[in-house]
Nanobody, 123 residues
Framework: QLQLVESGGGLVQVGDSTRLSCAASGRTFSLYDMGWFRQAPGKEREVVSSISGAGHVTYYADSVKGRFTISRDNAKNTMYLQMNSLNSEDTAVYYC????????????????WGQGTQVTVSS
């Protein structure tokens, strides 16, 4: 099993940058695709970004493309989300997620979730 713990976020100003981290337990971190979801108040949870096990394939939601960068360090079992040019619409609880790599899974569901970390962008 993989356990995920997010850190970072907090209260930032419009236009600021911040970085989220997700530390994973287990020795098979590189066999998991990783990603970030977020849920804003009153809105549905949405995928923000994802990265393949080796880090070669990434995905970004249109709303964050060009502002957010996802990365991972498999030697440290850690994934990151660098968030730049933050605006009020980025205010949300951000969740770290994981699922087995494409050649290891039978469905596309994200099977592991962190507890979430709050990011509040204030003007």
């Amino acid at each position: 099993q993989l356990q995920l713990v997010e850190s970072g976020g907090g209260l930032v100003q419009v236009g600021d940058s911040t970085r989220l981290s997700c530390a994973a337990s287990g020795r098979t971190f590189s066999l998991y695709d990783m990603g970030w979801f977020r849920q804003a108040p009153g809105k549905e949870r949405e995928v923000v970004s994802s990265i393949s096990g080796a880090g070669h394939v990434t995905y970004y939601a249109d709303s964050v493309k060009g502002r957010f960068t996802i990365s991972r360090d498999n030697a440290k079992n850690t994934m990151y989300l660098q968030m730049n040019s933050l605006n009020s619409e980025d205010t949300a609880v951000y969740y770290c997620v994981a699922r087995p790599a494409v050649h290891l899974r039978t469905n596309p569901d994200w099977t592991h979730w962190g507890q979430g970390t709050q990011v509040t962008v204030s003007s």
